[in-house]
C-alpha cells in the first residue's frame, strides 16, 4: 500500500468495477524501519472507499471464522471489489519480537524459537516440525486438484473439438514463439528516415505488432492526441466493454491468493501487455500474487478468492 504504483492499479480497479477481486490487507502497522507511522500515516480504508471499494474489516487476524465471513460478504457485493482489512501483530506468539519491528527483518534466535513454541503450545520442539494434519491436509488438496484438473482438460479438449476457430486462436494467443517470431520479422525492425513523435513511432510498432498478437494490450496518456494511431483500430477498454464480456484485470498484492476455475484459461500466460501499461499479473493460479507491469496479462479469468 505504501508503494505508488498500487493506488493507480487500485483506481483502475475501482473504476472498472472488477467485483471478483476481494483484497486482503495485512495491517500489522510495521516496516523494516519500525511503526509505518513513521513514513506512512493515511487512512487507507478511506482511500480505497475513494477508490470505488466496498471496505470490510476484520479485527482479529487469527480468527479463520471471522475472514471466512467477511470474504463470503465480499463475494456477496457483484458491483465492486472489496477491500478486506486485516489487524494482525507481526512475529504473533514471540513474547519478545511480538509487535516489534525486529520481527521483519531479523531472524528470531534459537531462544526465541523455543520461547514461542513453548508459548503456543506447539506439540514439538524438533527444530523443523510439521504435524501429520498438514500432510493430511495438503494430501486432501492434492486429490481434489488433481480431479479437477483432469475435468478441465476434458471439458477443454471438448471445447476445442467445438469450436476449432477458438482453438486456433487460442494457440495464437499461447505460442512461446510469438516473440521471436516479431524480433525475426523485417516488417516489423522497417522504419521511416522521416522523423516523427516518440508516441507516433511506438504507435506504429504497436499497429504491426496487433496482427501478430491479438492479445496485446496498449495503455498511455494520449491516446485521443494527433497522430492517433491506436485509437484507429482499438476499442477503449472500459467498465462497459468489461462487464459485457467478462474481462477481468486482477490487481493484488502479493499476499492475497485467488483461484481461477471457470474459464479455460491458465493464470500464468495471456495477453501482452507493452511497458507503457501499469497493469497487475497473477503469476500463478494458487500462490500469491503480486503487482507488477509490462508482463503478460490474464484475461477472461474468473476469479473466486480461496475458501
Excluded at 498500487?6 to 472488477?18: I, Q, R
Excluded at 482438460?153 to 494467443?173: G, R, S, T
Excluded at 513523435?197 to 510498432?205: E, F, H, I, V, Y
Amino acid at each position: 500500500m505504501m508503494e505508488g504504483i498500487s493506488s493507480e492499479a487500485f483506481s483502475l480497479a475501482g473504476t472498472l468495477g472488477l467485483a471478483k477481486l476481494i483484497v486482503l490487507y495485512d495491517s500489522n502497522k510495521i516496516s523494516i524501519e519500525g511503526s509505518t507511522d513513521i513514513a506512512f500515516t493515511e487512512n487507507v480504508q478511506k482511500r480505497m472507499e475513494a477508490f470505488g471499494f466496498q471496505i470490510l474489516t476484520v479485527e482479529d487476524g487469527n480468527d479463520l471464522d471471522a475472514i471466512g465471513k467477511a470474504i463470503e460478504e465480499a463475494k456477496a457485493d457483484t458491483a465492486r471489489p472489496s477491500f478486506i482489512t486485516v489487524k494482525t501483530q507481526i512475529g504473533y506468539g514471540c513474547p519478545a519480537k511480538q509487535g516489534k519491528a525486529s520481527a521483519h527483518g531479523e531472524p528470531l534466535g534459537a531462544d526465541n524459537v523455543t520461547a514461542m513454541k513453548e508459548n503456543l503450545n506447539w506439540p514439538s520442539m524438533e527444530a523443523f516440525y510439521v504435524p501429520d494434519e498438514v500432510y493430511a491436509n495438503y494430501g486432501a488438496c492434492s486429490r481434489a486438484g488433481a480431479d479437477a484438473e483432469e475435468k478441465w482438460n476434458a471439458l477443454f479438449a471438448e471445447y476445442c473439438e467445438k469450436y476449432p476457430e477458438m482453438k486456433e486462436l487460442w494457440d495464437k494467443y499461447y505460442n512461446p514463439e510469438l516473440a521471436k517470431e516479431a524480433c525475426d520479422s523485417e516488417d516489423y525492425w522497417a522504419y521511416d528516415e522521416k522523423p516523427d513523435a516518440t508516441r507516433s513511432l511506438s504507435g506504429k510498432q504497436l499497429q504491426k505488432l496487433k496482427n501478430m498478437m491479438p492479445n496485446l494490450i496498449g495503455g498511455a496518456a494520449t491516446w485521443l492526441l494527433p497522430p492517433r494511431p491506436i485509437w484507429q483500430i482499438w476499442e477503449i477498454f472500459q467498465r462497459t466493454i468489461m462487464q459485457a464480456a467478462i474481462f477481468t484485470l486482477a490487481c493484488v498484492s502479493w499476499r492475497w491468493r485467488l483461484s481461477a476455475t471457470d474459464w479455460p484459461f491458465t493464470a500464468d500466460s495471456g495477453p501482452l501487455c507493452p511497458p507503457s501499461l501499469y497493469s497487475a499479473i497473477i503469476q500463478n493460479r494458487w500462490q500469491g500474487c503480486r503487482l507488477s507491469w509490462g508482463c503478460p496479462l490474464p484475461l477472461c479469468l474468473h476469479m473466486t478468492a480461496l475458501e
